[in-house]
């Protein structure tokens, strides 16, 4: 906490509350849960969407013995979704 906090507590975290009010606190924790599952979600939608490119990409491979689609076309599908306007 900001306010009634020591210096060396102060020093050695990553976050300081500038007041001391307990809503503050909780409005802190929750906008931290809230960006961890955001993260976890681009994670989870870039895993998913690469594995598919691999699976398509293997599948065919070997079914036709030519590969569908190259590097840079298996990479523009998750970036361009990923990118939120």
Known sequence: MGISGTEVAKESSD?????????????VVRWGRSVYANIQKFIQF???VNVAALVINVVAAMSSG???LNAVEVRIPPLTCAIRI
């Open 66 to 68: 030519d590969v569908p």
């Open 46 to 48: 870039q895993l998913t």
């Open 15 to 27: 976050i300081i509350i500038l007041d001391d009010d307990f809503t503050s606190v909780v409005k």
